[in-house]
């Protein structure tokens, strides 16, 4: 292997490190908001791959990071829609009827339903980190919020209004790197 070849191979190796670094960061980025500002995403990627943000590189990885938001975000109102319409067929089986209650929710929203509902998302968290610093507490309370706004109908500005829950969550990446939690929500 000549020096070329080895510049090359380390060059990569470093873009390998930061798409891996920005994935993960995309993914404990959602879990914190759902509807970030628009800079959220410009500084996320600036501080990752340490570019100007009007870049056409920068461009490239900013319509990306939108597109990944978008996808999970519509995936998780998909999935939490769904979620409340399969809780409605048990309930009506069952012959209850009336408002959810409270005891129902806690009770079909818990953290097995969690974990699965994000389980995208946390695969790029230190759960054990997040669990000991009450952030997983709070992600269990944001998805009851949202299954209990989502009850009667699709309601994406009433969800949009549950990232105040999260935004000043600490969630620990996998990796040990901070960005998330250095951005400015």
Not at 53 to 78: C, P, V
Not at 128 to 144: A, K
Request: include cysteine; aromatic fraction near 8%; glycine fraction near 2%.
């Amino acid at each position: 292997m000549n020096n070329t070849d080895v510049a090359i191979s380390s060059s990569s190796k470093i873009t390998d490190d930061k798409i891996r670094l920005w994935d993960e960061s995309v993914k404990c980025l959602f879990l914190r908001a759902r509807s970030p500002r628009g800079e959220v995403f410009d500084e996320l990627i600036t501080k990752i791959f340490k570019i100007k943000i009007h870049s056409n590189e920068a461009k490239s990885y900013l319509k990306k990071t939108r597109k990944f938001f978008i996808d999970f975000r519509n995936k998780f109102n998909q999935i939490i829609l769904t979620s409340v319409e399969e809780f409605k067929e048990i309930r009506k089986n069952r012959a209850s009827t009336g408002s959810l209650s409270q005891k129902e929710l806690i009770d079909y929203v818990d953290e097995e339903f969690v974990q699965k509902i994000l389980s995208r998302q946390l695969v790029a968290v230190n759960i054990s980190e997040l669990t000991r610093n009450g952030g997983f507490n709070t992600l269990v309370d944001f998805v009851r919020e949202t299954f209990k706004v989502s009850w009667n109908r699709k309601n994406l500005s009433a969800v949009k209004e549950l990232d105040n829950m999260t935004k000043k969550l600490t969630i620990p990446s996998r990796s040990g790197n901070k960005i998330v939690d250095s951005l400015s929500l």
